[in-house]
Protein backbone atom coordinates (compact mmCIF):
# COMPACT_ATOMS: atom_id res chain seq x y z
CA UNK A 1 0.00 0.00 0.00
CA UNK A 2 0.94 3.82 -1.18
CA UNK A 3 1.35 5.32 2.48
CA UNK A 4 0.04 8.39 1.05
CA UNK A 5 -3.29 6.73 1.26
CA UNK A 6 -3.06 7.24 5.10
CA UNK A 7 -4.13 11.33 4.60
CA UNK A 8 -7.05 10.16 2.94
CA UNK A 9 -8.48 8.62 6.69
CA UNK A 10 -8.06 12.68 7.39
CA UNK A 11 -8.86 14.11 4.44
CA UNK A 12 -12.22 12.52 3.26
CA UNK A 13 -14.37 13.15 6.65
CA UNK A 14 -12.64 16.70 6.41
CA UNK A 15 -14.38 17.21 2.95
CA UNK A 16 -17.43 15.27 4.25
CA UNK A 17 -17.75 17.52 7.04
CA UNK A 18 -17.59 20.85 4.89
CA UNK A 19 -19.95 18.86 2.33
CA UNK A 20 -22.77 17.99 4.90
CA UNK A 21 -22.40 22.35 5.79
CA UNK A 22 -23.01 23.19 2.07
CA UNK A 23 -25.07 20.94 0.76
CA UNK A 24 -28.41 20.63 2.73
CA UNK A 25 -30.02 17.14 2.48
CA UNK A 26 -30.86 15.40 5.73
CA UNK A 27 -30.53 12.07 3.06
CA UNK A 28 -26.56 12.79 2.50
CA UNK A 29 -26.30 13.60 6.00
CA UNK A 30 -27.11 10.19 6.65
CA UNK A 31 -25.47 8.87 4.13
CA UNK A 32 -22.27 10.76 5.65
CA UNK A 33 -22.92 10.07 9.33
CA UNK A 34 -22.50 5.84 8.23
CA UNK A 35 -20.23 5.98 5.42
CA UNK A 36 -17.75 8.20 6.93
CA UNK A 37 -16.66 5.88 9.95
CA UNK A 38 -17.80 2.97 7.66
CA UNK A 39 -15.51 4.00 5.45
CA UNK A 40 -12.65 4.30 7.88
CA UNK A 41 -13.37 0.61 10.09
CA UNK A 42 -12.90 -1.13 6.24
CA UNK A 43 -9.66 0.77 6.18
CA UNK A 44 -8.25 -0.11 9.35
CA UNK A 45 -9.38 -3.74 8.89
CA UNK A 46 -7.51 -3.62 5.83
CA UNK A 47 -4.33 -2.22 7.54
CA UNK A 48 -4.54 -4.61 10.12
CA UNK A 49 -4.09 -7.30 7.41
CA UNK A 50 -1.20 -4.95 6.44
CA UNK A 51 0.96 -4.72 9.82
CA UNK A 52 1.05 -8.60 9.48
CA UNK A 53 3.98 -8.42 7.12
CA UNK A 54 4.83 -5.03 7.16
CA UNK A 55 4.77 -3.60 10.33
CA UNK A 56 4.65 0.17 10.14
CA UNK A 57 3.92 2.43 7.62
CA UNK A 58 4.75 6.23 7.18
CA UNK A 59 3.96 9.19 4.86
CA UNK A 60 5.37 12.55 5.64
CA UNK A 61 3.39 15.89 5.03
CA UNK A 62 5.01 19.19 3.39
CA UNK A 63 8.23 18.01 1.52
CA UNK A 64 10.77 19.18 4.34
CA UNK A 65 13.68 17.12 5.07
CA UNK A 66 13.13 14.43 7.96
CA UNK A 67 12.71 15.46 11.26
CA UNK A 68 10.89 18.78 10.50
CA UNK A 69 8.06 17.36 7.51
CA UNK A 70 4.54 16.14 9.54
CA UNK A 71 4.64 12.58 9.84
CA UNK A 72 1.73 9.93 9.55
CA UNK A 73 2.21 7.05 10.85
CA UNK A 74 0.62 3.17 11.00
CA UNK A 75 0.66 0.30 13.04
CA UNK A 76 -1.31 -2.19 14.55
CA UNK A 77 -2.14 -0.34 17.70
CA UNK A 78 -2.77 2.59 15.63
CA UNK A 79 -5.00 0.25 13.06
CA UNK A 80 -6.93 -1.43 15.71
CA UNK A 81 -7.67 1.81 17.73
CA UNK A 82 -9.00 3.50 13.74
CA UNK A 83 -10.87 0.20 13.10
CA UNK A 84 -12.47 0.43 16.97
CA UNK A 85 -13.24 3.44 17.12
CA UNK A 86 -15.23 4.06 13.69
CA UNK A 87 -17.04 0.94 14.74
CA UNK A 88 -18.01 2.75 18.11
CA UNK A 89 -18.74 5.90 15.74
CA UNK A 90 -21.12 4.19 12.84
CA UNK A 91 -23.48 2.32 15.83
CA UNK A 92 -23.38 5.38 17.81
CA UNK A 93 -24.45 7.38 14.67
CA UNK A 94 -26.74 4.47 13.98
CA UNK A 95 -28.66 5.05 17.41
CA UNK A 96 -28.60 9.23 16.35
CA UNK A 97 -30.56 8.64 13.27
CA UNK A 98 -32.71 6.25 15.05
CA UNK A 99 -33.91 8.93 17.57
CA UNK A 100 -33.89 11.44 15.30
CA UNK A 101 -30.79 13.79 16.71
CA UNK A 102 -29.16 13.39 13.55
CA UNK A 103 -31.68 16.03 12.29
CA UNK A 104 -30.44 18.90 14.72
CA UNK A 105 -28.45 21.46 11.76
CA UNK A 106 -24.87 21.02 11.84
CA UNK A 107 -24.64 17.97 13.99
CA UNK A 108 -23.44 15.74 11.27
CA UNK A 109 -20.89 17.97 10.11
CA UNK A 110 -19.55 18.39 13.50
CA UNK A 111 -19.61 14.43 14.01
CA UNK A 112 -17.79 13.88 11.09
CA UNK A 113 -15.41 16.79 12.04
CA UNK A 114 -14.82 15.46 15.07
CA UNK A 115 -13.78 11.66 13.89
CA UNK A 116 -11.48 13.46 11.78
CA UNK A 117 -9.75 14.62 14.70
CA UNK A 118 -9.62 11.60 15.98
CA UNK A 119 -8.57 10.27 13.52
CA UNK A 120 -5.41 12.78 12.70
CA UNK A 121 -4.63 12.30 16.61
CA UNK A 122 -4.58 8.53 16.02
CA UNK A 123 -1.80 8.72 12.75
CA UNK A 124 0.00 11.53 13.57
CA UNK A 125 3.92 11.04 14.65
CA UNK A 126 4.71 14.36 16.22
CA UNK A 127 2.90 15.62 19.50
CA UNK A 128 2.67 19.60 18.30
CA UNK A 129 0.35 17.99 15.48
CA UNK A 130 -1.51 15.62 18.10
CA UNK A 131 -2.27 18.44 20.15
CA UNK A 132 -3.99 20.10 17.33
CA UNK A 133 -6.12 17.56 15.97
CA UNK A 134 -7.10 16.65 19.83
CA UNK A 135 -8.22 20.78 19.34
CA UNK A 136 -9.88 19.22 16.14
CA UNK A 137 -11.92 16.50 17.98
CA UNK A 138 -13.31 18.91 20.58
CA UNK A 139 -13.95 21.88 19.11
CA UNK A 140 -17.44 20.45 17.98
CA UNK A 141 -17.73 18.48 21.10
CA UNK A 142 -19.15 21.75 22.48
CA UNK A 143 -21.06 22.75 20.17
CA UNK A 144 -23.09 19.20 20.20
CA UNK A 145 -23.08 19.36 23.96
CA UNK A 146 -25.34 22.19 23.66
CA UNK A 147 -27.93 20.84 20.85
CA UNK A 148 -28.07 17.61 22.41
CA UNK A 149 -29.29 16.14 26.25
CA UNK A 150 -31.22 17.92 29.53
CA UNK A 151 -31.41 21.44 29.64
CA UNK A 152 -28.28 21.33 32.47
CA UNK A 153 -25.92 20.87 29.52
CA UNK A 154 -26.21 24.73 29.15
CA UNK A 155 -24.19 24.76 32.41
CA UNK A 156 -22.17 21.91 32.17
CA UNK A 157 -21.27 22.80 29.01
CA UNK A 158 -19.74 25.98 29.97
CA UNK A 159 -18.01 23.69 32.55
CA UNK A 160 -16.53 21.23 29.80
CA UNK A 161 -15.28 24.02 27.43
CA UNK A 162 -13.21 25.75 30.56
CA UNK A 163 -11.95 22.27 31.58
CA UNK A 164 -10.98 21.92 28.04
CA UNK A 165 -9.40 25.05 27.23
CA UNK A 166 -7.39 25.00 30.29
CA UNK A 167 -5.76 21.34 29.53
CA UNK A 168 -5.31 22.18 25.90
CA UNK A 169 -3.18 25.17 26.96
CA UNK A 170 -1.05 22.75 29.07
CA UNK A 171 -0.94 20.27 26.59
CA UNK A 172 0.36 23.28 24.10
CA UNK A 173 2.83 24.10 27.52
CA UNK A 174 4.40 20.60 27.51
CA UNK A 175 4.61 20.36 24.00
CA UNK A 176 6.78 23.66 23.82
CA UNK A 177 8.55 22.19 26.88
CA UNK A 178 9.96 18.67 25.05
CA UNK A 179 11.07 21.22 21.81
CA UNK A 180 12.90 23.41 24.40
CA UNK A 181 14.23 20.15 25.73
CA UNK A 182 14.91 17.55 23.47
CA UNK A 183 14.71 19.68 20.54
CA UNK A 184 12.16 18.11 18.09
CA UNK A 185 8.52 16.96 18.92
CA UNK A 186 8.58 14.06 16.71
CA UNK A 187 8.21 11.01 18.43
CA UNK A 188 10.39 8.72 16.29
CA UNK A 189 13.57 11.36 16.95
CA UNK A 190 12.64 11.23 20.81
CA UNK A 191 12.56 7.26 20.94
CA UNK A 192 15.83 7.12 18.94
CA UNK A 193 17.27 9.28 21.57
CA UNK A 194 19.75 6.90 23.74
CA UNK A 195 18.85 9.15 26.81
CA UNK A 196 16.22 11.16 28.01
CA UNK A 197 17.49 14.51 30.16
CA UNK A 198 15.49 14.83 33.20
CA UNK A 199 14.26 18.23 31.91
CA UNK A 200 12.74 16.17 28.85
CA UNK A 201 11.61 13.70 31.07
CA UNK A 202 9.78 17.01 33.24
CA UNK A 203 8.29 17.95 29.70
CA UNK A 204 7.19 14.59 28.56
CA UNK A 205 5.85 14.78 31.91
CA UNK A 206 3.57 17.62 31.27
CA UNK A 207 1.93 16.56 28.48
CA UNK A 208 0.80 12.72 30.20
CA UNK A 209 -0.79 14.57 32.72
CA UNK A 210 -2.88 17.08 29.94
CA UNK A 211 -3.53 13.68 28.53
CA UNK A 212 -4.48 12.34 31.67
CA UNK A 213 -6.91 14.81 32.58
CA UNK A 214 -8.60 14.35 29.06
CA UNK A 215 -8.58 10.76 29.67
CA UNK A 216 -10.54 11.68 33.05
CA UNK A 217 -8.34 10.01 35.64
CA UNK A 218 -9.17 10.53 39.44
CA UNK A 219 -9.10 13.20 40.66
CA UNK A 220 -9.39 15.28 38.10
CA UNK A 221 -12.48 13.50 36.64
CA UNK A 222 -14.92 15.51 37.69
CA UNK A 223 -15.59 17.25 34.38
CA UNK A 224 -16.74 14.10 32.90
CA UNK A 225 -19.09 12.33 35.29
CA UNK A 226 -20.73 15.80 35.32
CA UNK A 227 -21.12 16.58 31.43
CA UNK A 228 -21.34 13.13 30.05
CA UNK A 229 -24.66 12.36 31.43
CA UNK A 230 -26.00 15.74 30.78
CA UNK A 231 -25.64 15.07 26.64
CA UNK A 232 -28.37 12.76 25.09
CA UNK A 233 -27.40 9.01 25.29
CA UNK A 234 -26.09 8.67 22.04
CA UNK A 235 -23.75 11.38 22.41
CA UNK A 236 -22.51 10.52 25.89
CA UNK A 237 -21.84 7.11 23.82
CA UNK A 238 -19.97 8.55 21.32
CA UNK A 239 -18.06 10.83 23.24
CA UNK A 240 -17.05 7.54 25.57
CA UNK A 241 -15.75 5.92 22.25
CA UNK A 242 -13.68 8.70 21.33
CA UNK A 243 -12.47 11.60 23.57
CA UNK A 244 -10.92 9.82 26.44
CA UNK A 245 -9.64 6.56 24.08
CA UNK A 246 -7.72 8.52 22.28
CA UNK A 247 -6.24 10.36 24.86
CA UNK A 248 -5.39 6.96 26.26
CA UNK A 249 -3.97 6.03 23.15
CA UNK A 250 -1.54 9.11 23.22
CA UNK A 251 -0.62 8.23 26.67
CA UNK A 252 0.36 4.70 25.47
CA UNK A 253 2.08 6.09 22.60
CA UNK A 254 3.99 8.61 24.13
CA UNK A 255 4.86 7.06 26.97
CA UNK A 256 6.18 4.01 24.89
CA UNK A 257 8.47 6.04 22.37
CA UNK A 258 9.76 7.84 25.44
CA UNK A 259 10.50 5.41 28.04
CA UNK A 260 11.80 2.03 27.54
CA UNK A 261 10.94 0.92 30.82
CA UNK A 262 9.00 2.22 33.92
CA UNK A 263 10.78 5.47 34.97
CA UNK A 264 11.58 6.24 38.67
CA UNK A 265 8.40 8.16 39.03
CA UNK A 266 6.25 5.84 37.56
CA UNK A 267 4.89 4.78 41.38
CA UNK A 268 2.70 8.01 40.77
CA UNK A 269 0.83 6.50 38.07
CA UNK A 270 0.73 3.35 39.59
CA UNK A 271 -1.85 5.66 42.91
CA UNK A 272 -3.32 7.37 40.01
CA UNK A 273 -4.15 4.23 38.46
CA UNK A 274 -5.62 2.79 41.80
CA UNK A 275 -7.31 5.89 43.04
CA UNK A 276 -9.18 5.73 39.55
CA UNK A 277 -10.56 1.79 40.04
CA UNK A 278 -11.64 2.47 43.33
CA UNK A 279 -12.84 5.88 44.28
CA UNK A 280 -14.74 5.50 40.96
CA UNK A 281 -16.50 3.00 41.72
CA UNK A 282 -17.24 4.09 45.33
CA UNK A 283 -18.61 7.24 43.98
CA UNK A 284 -21.14 5.37 41.75
CA UNK A 285 -22.92 4.62 44.80
CA UNK A 286 -24.19 8.28 45.31
CA UNK A 287 -25.83 8.52 41.83
CA UNK A 288 -29.36 8.51 41.32
CA UNK A 289 -29.65 8.06 37.67
CA UNK A 290 -28.96 5.05 35.29
CA UNK A 291 -25.83 7.08 33.23
CA UNK A 292 -24.29 8.69 35.65
CA UNK A 293 -23.44 5.37 37.72
CA UNK A 294 -22.14 4.39 33.86
CA UNK A 295 -19.78 7.67 33.79
CA UNK A 296 -18.30 7.14 37.11
CA UNK A 297 -17.85 3.18 35.48
CA UNK A 298 -15.96 4.84 32.43
CA UNK A 299 -14.03 6.47 34.89
CA UNK A 300 -13.18 3.33 36.50
CA UNK A 301 -12.48 1.83 32.66
CA UNK A 302 -9.58 4.40 32.27
CA UNK A 303 -7.82 3.42 35.56
CA UNK A 304 -8.06 -0.15 34.27
CA UNK A 305 -6.48 0.29 30.87
CA UNK A 306 -3.47 2.25 32.26
CA UNK A 307 -1.95 -0.81 34.00
CA UNK A 308 -0.48 -1.25 30.87
CA UNK A 309 1.59 1.86 30.97
CA UNK A 310 2.13 1.16 34.52
CA UNK A 311 3.86 -2.19 34.03
CA UNK A 312 4.87 -1.22 30.68
CA UNK A 313 5.66 -5.29 29.50
CA UNK A 314 4.33 -7.01 26.64
CA UNK A 315 1.77 -8.72 28.13
CA UNK A 316 0.93 -5.37 30.23
CA UNK A 317 0.23 -3.38 27.22
CA UNK A 318 -1.73 -6.39 25.41
CA UNK A 319 -4.15 -6.86 28.16
CA UNK A 320 -4.53 -3.31 28.58
CA UNK A 321 -5.21 -2.61 24.82
CA UNK A 322 -7.65 -5.74 25.17
CA UNK A 323 -9.45 -3.72 28.28
CA UNK A 324 -9.52 -0.78 25.96
CA UNK A 325 -11.43 -2.13 23.06
CA UNK A 326 -13.80 -4.51 25.20
CA UNK A 327 -14.70 -1.09 27.35
CA UNK A 328 -15.60 0.80 23.94
CA UNK A 329 -17.88 -1.97 23.03
CA UNK A 330 -19.55 -2.67 26.59
CA UNK A 331 -20.11 1.48 27.43
CA UNK A 332 -21.32 2.07 24.14
CA UNK A 333 -23.65 -0.93 24.32
CA UNK A 334 -24.99 -0.35 28.03
CA UNK A 335 -25.43 3.64 27.33
CA UNK A 336 -27.22 2.97 24.18
CA UNK A 337 -29.44 0.34 25.45
CA UNK A 338 -30.45 3.08 28.31
CA UNK A 339 -30.83 5.88 25.61
CA UNK A 340 -33.88 3.62 24.00
CA UNK A 341 -35.34 3.28 27.69
CA UNK A 342 -35.14 6.88 28.19
CA UNK A 343 -36.38 7.64 24.34
CA UNK A 344 -39.17 5.40 25.33
CA UNK A 345 -40.21 6.18 29.25
CA UNK A 346 -39.04 9.87 28.69
CA UNK A 347 -36.32 9.41 32.39
CA UNK A 348 -32.97 7.56 33.21
CA UNK A 349 -33.57 7.99 37.12
CA UNK A 350 -34.07 5.44 39.62
CA UNK A 351 -36.96 6.63 41.56
CA UNK A 352 -39.49 6.77 38.08
CA UNK A 353 -37.94 3.30 36.98
CA UNK A 354 -39.39 -0.32 37.91
CA UNK A 355 -39.90 -3.65 37.05
CA UNK A 356 -38.36 -3.39 33.56
CA UNK A 357 -37.28 -6.50 33.82
CA UNK A 358 -40.11 -8.08 33.24
CA UNK A 359 -41.96 -5.13 30.79
CA UNK A 360 -38.65 -5.03 28.43
CA UNK A 361 -37.46 -8.69 27.96
CA UNK A 362 -34.79 -7.59 25.02
CA UNK A 363 -33.42 -4.40 26.89
CA UNK A 364 -33.37 -6.45 30.12
CA UNK A 365 -30.79 -9.31 28.21
CA UNK A 366 -29.11 -6.42 26.65
CA UNK A 367 -28.52 -4.43 30.37
CA UNK A 368 -27.51 -8.09 31.99
CA UNK A 369 -24.88 -8.92 29.22
CA UNK A 370 -23.51 -5.58 29.60
CA UNK A 371 -23.34 -5.42 33.38
CA UNK A 372 -21.79 -8.80 33.87
CA UNK A 373 -19.22 -7.12 31.14
CA UNK A 374 -18.21 -4.22 33.37
CA UNK A 375 -17.66 -6.46 36.26
CA UNK A 376 -16.23 -9.37 34.19
CA UNK A 377 -18.09 -12.16 34.22
CA UNK A 378 -18.98 -14.75 31.86
CA UNK A 379 -20.47 -14.71 28.92
CA UNK A 380 -18.48 -11.42 28.02
CA UNK A 381 -15.34 -9.99 26.87
CA UNK A 382 -15.04 -8.32 30.18
CA UNK A 383 -13.26 -11.37 31.52
CA UNK A 384 -10.83 -11.58 29.07
CA UNK A 385 -10.02 -8.31 29.86
CA UNK A 386 -9.73 -8.55 33.81
CA UNK A 387 -7.59 -11.76 33.43
CA UNK A 388 -5.67 -10.53 30.90
CA UNK A 389 -4.61 -7.66 33.43
CA UNK A 390 -4.32 -9.73 36.45
CA UNK A 391 -1.71 -12.16 34.34
CA UNK A 392 -0.10 -9.06 33.89
CA UNK A 393 0.10 -7.64 37.46
CA UNK A 394 1.03 -11.28 38.62
CA UNK A 395 4.08 -11.76 36.18
CA UNK A 396 5.60 -8.40 37.98
CA UNK A 397 7.76 -9.59 41.35
CA UNK A 398 7.58 -6.60 43.07
CA UNK A 399 4.94 -5.41 45.32
CA UNK A 400 3.44 -3.30 42.43
CA UNK A 401 2.18 -6.90 41.37
CA UNK A 402 -0.44 -7.92 44.32
CA UNK A 403 -1.09 -3.80 44.96
CA UNK A 404 -2.99 -3.94 40.92
CA UNK A 405 -4.29 -7.18 41.61
CA UNK A 406 -5.66 -6.41 44.29
CA UNK A 407 -7.49 -2.82 42.70
CA UNK A 408 -8.64 -5.10 39.79
CA UNK A 409 -10.02 -7.26 42.25
CA UNK A 410 -11.73 -4.45 44.40
CA UNK A 411 -12.72 -2.82 41.54
CA UNK A 412 -14.96 -5.68 40.31
CA UNK A 413 -16.36 -6.29 43.97
CA UNK A 414 -17.40 -2.58 44.21
CA UNK A 415 -18.88 -2.47 40.98
CA UNK A 416 -20.65 -5.60 41.14
CA UNK A 417 -22.22 -3.70 44.53
CA UNK A 418 -23.05 -0.52 42.21
CA UNK A 419 -24.63 -2.03 39.30
CA UNK A 420 -26.52 -4.56 41.58
CA UNK A 421 -27.87 -0.90 43.25
CA UNK A 422 -28.60 -0.20 39.32
CA UNK A 423 -30.30 -2.90 38.60
CA UNK A 424 -32.59 -3.30 42.06
CA UNK A 425 -33.48 0.29 41.13
CA UNK A 426 -34.50 0.04 37.94
CA UNK A 427 -34.91 -3.32 35.89
CA UNK A 428 -35.95 -5.20 39.24
CA UNK A 429 -39.23 -4.29 41.39
CA UNK A 430 -42.69 -3.82 41.01
CA UNK A 431 -43.95 -3.21 37.44
CA UNK A 432 -44.72 0.18 36.38
CA UNK A 433 -48.54 1.31 36.19
CA UNK A 434 -47.55 4.80 35.70
CA UNK A 435 -44.39 6.59 33.69
CA UNK A 436 -43.45 10.26 34.57
CA UNK A 437 -40.62 11.42 32.28
CA UNK A 438 -38.01 13.96 33.32
CA UNK A 439 -39.91 16.79 30.85
CA UNK A 440 -42.69 17.52 33.00
CA UNK A 441 -43.33 17.88 37.22
CA UNK A 442 -44.07 14.87 38.62
CA UNK A 443 -45.62 15.69 41.90
CA UNK A 444 -47.45 12.84 43.39
CA UNK A 445 -50.04 12.50 41.12
CA UNK A 446 -49.75 9.61 38.57
CA UNK A 447 -48.91 11.51 35.18
CA UNK A 448 -49.04 9.15 32.43
CA UNK A 449 -51.30 5.65 32.88
CA UNK A 450 -48.73 3.13 31.42
CA UNK A 451 -50.64 0.67 28.58
CA UNK A 452 -49.04 -2.14 26.75
CA UNK A 453 -48.92 0.30 23.61
CA UNK A 454 -45.71 1.34 25.69
CA UNK A 455 -42.73 -0.30 24.65
CA UNK A 456 -38.72 -0.11 23.42
CA UNK A 457 -39.12 0.16 19.39
CA UNK A 458 -36.85 -2.10 17.81
CA UNK A 459 -35.00 0.18 15.76
CA UNK A 460 -33.97 1.57 19.30
CA UNK A 461 -32.68 -1.36 20.40
CA UNK A 462 -30.89 -2.67 17.50
CA UNK A 463 -27.62 -0.45 17.84
CA UNK A 464 -27.16 -1.52 21.38
CA UNK A 465 -27.88 -5.37 20.32
CA UNK A 466 -24.58 -4.93 17.69
CA UNK A 467 -22.37 -3.62 20.43
CA UNK A 468 -23.26 -6.16 23.31
CA UNK A 469 -22.92 -9.24 20.46
CA UNK A 470 -19.55 -8.23 19.85
CA UNK A 471 -18.57 -8.46 23.33
CA UNK A 472 -20.12 -11.80 23.71
CA UNK A 473 -18.24 -12.65 20.14
CA UNK A 474 -15.04 -11.40 21.63
CA UNK A 475 -15.78 -14.01 24.74
CA UNK A 476 -16.08 -16.94 22.04
CA UNK A 477 -13.24 -15.64 20.28
CA UNK A 478 -11.03 -14.30 22.56
CA UNK A 479 -8.04 -15.23 20.53
CA UNK A 480 -8.94 -13.73 17.57
CA UNK A 481 -8.63 -10.34 19.61
CA UNK A 482 -5.53 -11.08 21.63
CA UNK A 483 -3.31 -11.78 18.24
CA UNK A 484 -3.65 -8.51 17.32
CA UNK A 485 -2.84 -6.53 20.81
CA UNK A 486 0.01 -8.73 21.06
CA UNK A 487 1.38 -7.49 17.59
CA UNK A 488 0.34 -4.11 18.71
CA UNK A 489 2.46 -4.45 22.62
CA UNK A 490 5.38 -5.84 20.26
CA UNK A 491 5.45 -2.72 18.11
CA UNK A 492 5.01 -0.33 21.13
CA UNK A 493 8.02 -2.53 22.85
CA UNK A 494 9.87 -2.41 19.81
CA UNK A 495 9.94 0.94 18.45
CA UNK A 496 13.09 -0.01 15.61
CA UNK A 497 10.88 0.06 12.68
CA UNK A 498 8.17 2.53 13.85
CA UNK A 499 11.59 5.04 13.95
CA UNK A 500 13.06 3.58 10.37
CA UNK A 501 9.21 3.89 9.04
CA UNK A 502 9.02 7.72 10.31
CA UNK A 503 12.62 8.77 9.66
CA UNK A 504 13.92 7.10 6.41
CA UNK A 505 10.51 6.81 4.39
Known amino acids: MNPA ?8 PLGASALSTIVRSRLLDRILLIGIPGFVAVFGIVLLALHTREPVIAHSVGGFVDGLAIPFASDTFAALLLTITSIGALVCSWFLI ?3 EDQYRFVPALIIMMLAGVYGAI ?5 FNLFVFVEVMVLPSYALIAVTGTWRRLGVGRMFVMVNLLTSTILLIGVGFVYGALGSVNLAIIAEMPEIPPAGQLAVGIV ?7 AGVVPVHGWLVRSYPNTSAGMMALFSALHSKVALYAIYRVYSSVFEEPP ?4 VVAVIVVLTIVTSGLSAFGEIRVRNVFAFQMVSGVGHILIGVVLMTAVALSAGTF ?3 HHIITMAGLLLTMGAVEQTYGTGAFKKLSGLAGRERWATVLMVLGLFSLIGLPITSGVWGKIGLIRASAADESVLGPVLIGAVVLGSIISLLALQRLWANSFWGEPMTHYHPDSVSTGRAP ?26 GLFLFPDVLFTVTERAAADLMDTAPYIEAVLTQ
Open 5 to 12: LLLLIIAV
Open 98 to 100: ATG
Open 123 to 127: LTGDL
Open 208 to 214: LVALCVK
Open 264 to 267: AWSW
Open 323 to 325: YLV
Open 447 to 472: LTALDDSVRIRTKLLLPGTVMIALSV
